[in-house]
Each structure stands twice: as C-alpha cells, then as structure tokens.
C-alpha cells in the first residue's frame, strides 16, 4: 500500500470491459512477514504492512476487430489507456473487484476499488494469452490500494 497517501487515481473508461472471466480470476493475500537475520540469537520477524493488500489475477475478453471506441478497437483503446494514460500501469486506477468477504457471486455488489498494475521486471503490465474470432483474452494482475 505504498501509493495511497501521494498518488491519485485514473478512473477505467466507460468503453472498456470490465466484466472478469471467472476461468482466469484468483485473489490472493501478499506475504506479510519480513524476516530479519540478527548478529546473534534468533531471527527476527515482523508484519510488512498493517494489512496485507489483496492480488486479483484477472483475464479479460475485448473486442480487437470491430471499432467501439474513437475509431479504436477495445484492445487498441486497452493498450492505450495501460500504455499511456496509466503511464505502462504505474498509475493507480479504478477497478470493479469482488469484495473480499461473501457476495462474490452477485456482481451488482462488486465495488470500484483503487488498485495498481503489478508490474515484473521488463514486462508488460498485462499479457494478450489467446486471440479467437473478434476476441483477445488479456490478463494481468491488479494490487488493492487500501
């Protein structure tokens, strides 16, 4: 939960789905221990964040032939809104999750929870993992901000 305090968020465009296939959705918790070598006697343990934030690996469906959005395609429109208004997702922004306690099942109860782009060393910050007809199937992984 590094950025919360300092970085304000960019709200998802209205023309982009945001609707997860449940096939590629995990969440999980990040580790929430550091353990610290001592010169002498036992190691030394202690809690990372107050509250360890939640990972969502999410997959997606978007339109990559048919122009939905300025003359762009949902994938275009996708790839730009990552690649240069979130600046390569460094950027936080506005994502419907699951929460994280019951209901998940029932999608009007998902709420828009400010989130970044988990980025790997020299990646992209999402992966297009399948093209089929008009469709491309992207995923990535989105952090909680708390």
Not at 77 to 104: I, R, S
Request: with cysteine.
């Amino acid at each position: 939960m590094p950025y919360s305090d300092c970085m304000a968020y960019v709200a998802w465009p209205a023309g982009i789905n945001q609707t997860i296939l449940f096939e590629g959705y995990s969440k999980n918790r990040m580790p929430n221990v550091i353990v610290s070598q001592t010169d002498a006697g036992v190691q030394k343990a202690r809690r990372r964040y107050t509250a360890a934030p939640w990972q969502h690996k999410i997959s997606l469906r978007l339109e990559r032939m048919t122009s939905i959005i300025g003359g762009l395609t949902e994938l275009q429109a996708f790839e730009e809104y990552v690649h240069t208004t979130l600046y390569a997702g460094t950027m936080n922004t506005l994502f419907k999750l699951p929460p994280n306690t019951g209901a998940q099942d029932d999608i009007a109860l998902w709420l828009d929870t400010e989130c970044h782009f988990v980025l790997q060393s020299g990646s992209s910050p999402y992966v297009v993992f399948k093209l089929f007809g008009n469709f491309a199937y992207v995923s990535f992984t989105l952090e909680e901000i708390a």
